[in-house]
């Protein structure tokens, strides 16, 4: 007879430490992952940081360096045209040689031009004024009747143009009608008026007459030119000397050959370097005064 005896072995006891060491590895696997996870989510946001903190530092350093190196505000195209806009009819002018009070220049001024409408007249110091004008009219009106005088005194009268400062103004201009007596017909041609009329000063205008070949005994051309600077009494077109006069009574010095003056009151105690040819006989009537001999100056 067999006898079992399995019963009386001991049973092995369960193993404990393996699921707790599982245990503790796949938790600290999570731990890892989870550690890195958040270091790298540090991390980015770290330098995300960091990079946007740099950019507004050097933004800021660049403004802050603009402000203080230029103190530049900068203009926009669109910002121009609608600051210049409510100017582009006015005129910058100046009473030469002599001072007088805001409201007689004013009345003087709108006599002369017989202008109806009421106009401001600002004044921009060192005895500059602009006339701003609403509509172009006018303001062609007065270049192309000019010169004007008040009181016997000169009247320069310029477009006006952006950044005048009066206190900078190095060279008074103003406008006149100058003409090219027995111009070849040929140089009628609006680039070759062009170029004459830049040579000698700046060209404004062509006269109509002048510009389609109407008239022959003289081209006519309105520029604008420096008081300080004698005028140049001719021209050299090609092989082809020209000479110019300028329009408007005691409008040139015959002495230093200036505008603005005449001889009498001439402040420029030596000649002018220019050439030897004589200043006399290059002033002439305005067109406008020719017929009635009248003269846009005022008592």
């Known amino acids: ?16 430490s393996l699921p707790s060491q599982k245990g503790e590895l796949q938790c600290f696997k999570d731990k890892l992952i989870e550690g890195m996870q958040q270091s790298i989510t540090i991390t980015e946001a770290s330098t995300f940081m960091d990079t946007t903190t740099k950019v507004q530092e050097i933004v800021a350093q660049q403004n802050h360096q603009m402000l203080i190196e230029e103190n530049t505000i900068q ?39 017989k202008i109806i409408k009421n106009f401001p007249l600002i004044d921009l110091g060192a005895d500059y004024y602009i006339t701003k004008f609403k509509c172009q009219e006018h303001m062609v009106k007065v270049l192309n009747a000019g010169p004007w005088f008040i ?14 400062v009066a206190t900078e103004v190095k060279s008074s201009l103003t406008a006149i009608w100058i003409r090219l007596p027995q111009l070849p017909t040929e140089f009628c041609d609006e680039i070759i008026l062009a170029k004459i009329g830049n040579a000698i000063g700046k060209l404004l205008k062509v006269d109509v007459c ?12 309105c520029i604008e030119l420096p008081l300080e600077i004698p005028v140049i009494p001719v021209i050299n077109i ?12 005691n409008t040139l ?7 603005g003056h005449v001889a009498s009151k001439c402040i420029y105690t030596k000649p002018p370097q220019t050439p030897s040819q004589s200043m006399e006989n290059l002033t002439v009537m305005p067109e406008e005064r020719i017929n009635n001999n009248s003269a846009n100056e005022l008592a």
């Open 1 to 16: 007879m067999t006898t079992n005896l399995n019963h009386l072995i001991p049973q092995k006891p369960p193993d404990k």
């Open 75 to 113: 203009l926009l195209e669109e910002d121009q045209a609608r600051i210049y806009q409510p100017w582009k009819f006015s005129l910058i002018i100046k009473l030469i040689g002599k001072r007088i009070q805001h409201h007689i220049l004013k009345k003087k001024i709108q006599e002369a031009w």
């Open 151 to 164: 009181f016997g005194h000169f009247l320069s009268i310029q477009r006006w143009k952006p950044k005048f």
């Open 210 to 221: 002048t510009s389609s070949t109407l008239r022959g005994r003289y081209a006519r051309l």
């Open 238 to 249: 090609g092989h082809h000397k020209q000479t110019i006069q300028y329009e408007g009574e």
């Open 253 to 259: 010095c015959e002495q230093c050959g200036r505008l």
